[in-house]
């Protein structure tokens, strides 16, 4: 880390072997995912092609023991993280979502075969998983979940919509959290069986954004429907012909604000 934003002397603190696992994933950032994230950003796509080398680096599920993961410290995962993030903040959710979110919960939480069965793929990337929690009408507070899963003999039928899912139109594997008569539960569904799930990709919102021309019916038309962005038209100024808007999702606000600013700036 460069001297001048390490405040606390963070650096002091940490032992060789730390270090050591500090520059290996900031060499890679540098060397194989700064290079081509510019390109996917563009296009909107997550670079797949990477996830073997991550998952050789022992990334996934890396503060784990057992299981084919790396079993580092949990000091170690954050500063892997850490140098993840400086690369893209997606890049560090991809790693996080699966060792964290998925893979997590599985080790602690998971039947033996469970465990068996999933965290060996995952710790090498040939599983990749994501983690349903979020809803559209509740957000990530548990108490309003309104997804519900029921018992029909042997099979759990589970029905409802999650949102914000990282990794949701990727994965493999999805852990799904549901309201059921014995509570809140989590369920492993996989992909491809009867219990299938699907996702749509948050990036057709923001790429039809782009595109827009500068006009209140027009943004306020490309906004209707895309439930991801919700903006607020405030005020006009007539003269300066300038737009002004209030974001008001979260997560993407700040984004969209700077989109529907460098539209209507570029007219
Ligand atoms: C890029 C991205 C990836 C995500 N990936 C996933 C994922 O993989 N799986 C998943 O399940 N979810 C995912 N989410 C959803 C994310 O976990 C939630 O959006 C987040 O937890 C916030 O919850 P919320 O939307 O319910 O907002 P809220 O909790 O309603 O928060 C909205 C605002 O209210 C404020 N607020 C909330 N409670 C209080 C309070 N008691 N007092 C004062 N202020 C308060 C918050 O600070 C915030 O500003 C993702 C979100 C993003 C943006």
Request: with cysteine; aromatic share 8%; proline share 4%.
């Amino acid at each position: 880390m460069p001297e001048l934003v390490d405040f606390y002397r963070v650096d002091d603190l940490l032992n060789e072997e730390e270090r050591l696992v500090r520059s290996t994933i900031g060499r890679f950032v540098d060397e194989r995912f700064l290079p081509i994230v510019a390109e996917h950003y563009e296009r909107a796509t997550f670079p797949t092609e990477i996830v073997p080398e991550l998952a050789r680096l022992g990334v996934f599920g890396m503060h784990l023991k057992g299981y084919g993961a790396a079993g580092m410290s949990n000091v170690m995962y954050g500063l892997a993280c850490q140098e993840l993030e400086r690369g893209d903040s997606g890049l560090r959710s991809f790693v996080s979502v699966q060792g964290s979110l998925c893979m997590f919960p599985i080790h602690r939480y998971g039947s033996e075969e469970q465990k068996e069965r999933w965290l060996p793929r995952m710790a090498k990337g040939e599983v990749i998983g994501c983690f349903g929690l979020t809803e559209p009408e509740f957000g990530s507070n548990p108490a309003g979940m309104a997804t519900r899963a029921r018992r029909d003999g042997d099979d759990w039928i589970i029905n409802g919509t999650k949102r914000w899912i990282t990794n949701g139109n990727v994965a493999d594997l999805a852990i799904v959290w549901a309201r059921s008569e014995q509570g809140i539960r989590g369920f492993l569904v996989e992909k491809g069986t009867n219990a299938d799930f699907g996702a749509r990709p948050l990036r057709r919102a923001i790429e039809q954004n782009v595109e827009d021309p500068l006009s209140e019916d027009i943004l306020r038309g490309a906004f209707k429907g895309k439930d991801l962005i919700k903006i607020t038209v405030k005020s006009e100024d007539e003269k300066n012909k300038h737009l002004f808007f209030e974001a008001v999702a979260s997560g993407q606000g700040e984004e969209a604000k700077q989109l529907a600013k460098a539209s209507s700036d570029a007219t």
